[in-house]
């Protein structure tokens, strides 16, 4: 049974006197006057068909609060449960029982329930909310897109392979156990690390002459998973333990097919696999790949945001592949309209945002100044500004820079490290819903 609020504060609850602490603490109040959150984490984390009874586990504002720290301080798991066990001020901010040390793996349990949507929903929430406070100027927002590194490395044909034939051998061994089958199997996994070792290491010319090898033991190891595949089909067993182990295995099987398909026509045929059909990673397949020059490649998503004088972020996209940021100006202005019934009076954007659509259907719409870093050929007349304004709004936009810069520093946002597309959602989301948190705080305190 799990508490939405702690019903009782200890009078032992304190925080020191360190600028740290008093901005947590007033963080803490600032989330004491949102308290309508809870209700929104509640779905998430309150499972209503279960019974009512048990231990109590974390309470949902607990939950909030531990998350926050974790994005705040940029740490893992391990390290937030010493914090929460070792630090009075962390304990008072996150109201943990007096017999609450919650460990790395409960911490990561709850945490990673709160879906990305949930804490999509809370910053719009709060947004709305501190606009009618006045925190939120409204009246002119700057925009710019930047990328966030997914937790791969860097990606390789022959990585490739050796994941995929470590994966499945390792699935090969685990049939006995989950299906009942007895397979007699030949090991790949030790051969294949060290073809991948080897042709990492290898000078460019000697490197094709080590990929056959490579590709034999993906071979071998695809008709071993297809022979275990086709018996377990003929015994006709529908145990679901068994029918997991045949999805599994057919689900990284295709993607073994897919990397020595790419493998064959990038290493022997010379031809470049288009982007969107490219596998960077078998384990994260939402993986855009991102390139920004000749010697700049990221893998990640591309995200588009918004931040207003304060630096809070109102708008935020996390984007499929890599669109060209002049139709990503539009979007912004809809959801400004739809989240504070009006449209900024000034924008400013990159100049990658700049087109004479984009400025001409805004004028239009009744924004004002729609400015661009870059003019692209457009004139002063077109954008509703003079020179002079134009340059301090270059300034002003400036700012979005040092605030994207902030969230990828203080606040994690240059890498997600949670697995699975919804993960990286919600890792983006919780950074940035941290970060809009701990600057209204600081305003407050100003």
Known sequence: MRETRSVQLSIFDSYSKHEHSLMLAQLSRLLDEHSQILDLLNVDLIDKSRNQTGCCGLSVESIFRCLLLKQMLNISYERLSFHLSDSATYRTFARLAMNQYPSRASLQSVIRKIRPETLQQINELLCIQWHSQGHI????????????????????????????????????????????????????????????????????????????????????????????????????????????????????????CQVIHQTQQRVF??????????????????????RKSARDTQYGHKINLATDTSGIVTYLSILEGNPADKILYQPVLKAHQELFGELPVTTVADGGYASIENVTTARADGVRQAAFHKRAGLGYHDMGVKRKTLTKLRAFRAGIEGNISELKRAFGLSKATWKKHDGFKAFVWSSVLTYNLVRVARLSTA
């Open 137 to 256: 100027d409204s009246t002119q927002v700057r925009i710019d897109s930047t990328v966030v590194d997914a937790n791969i490395g860097a990606p390789s044909d022959s990585k490739l392979l050796d994941d995929s034939v470590r994966v499945l051998s390792r699935h090969l061994a685990t049939c006995q156990r989950h299906t009942g089958l007895k397979l007699r199997i030949t090991d790949q996994r030790r051969k294949a690390r060290r073809l991948a070792f080897a042709i990492f290491y290898a000078k460019r010319a000697e490197k094709q002459a080590l990929y056959p090898d490579l590709i034999s033991c993906a071979m071998i190891v695809l008709k071993q998973i297809d022979r275990a595949i086709t018996k377990l089909e003929l015994l006709g067993q529908e145990q679901p333990s068994t029918v997991q182990w045949i999805q599994t295995a057919e689900h990284y099987r295709n993607l073994l």
């Open 269 to 290: 045929e010379n031809s470049p696999v288009p982007a969107n059909e490219k596998i960077v990673s078998i384990f994260e397949l939402h993986v855009d790949i991102i």
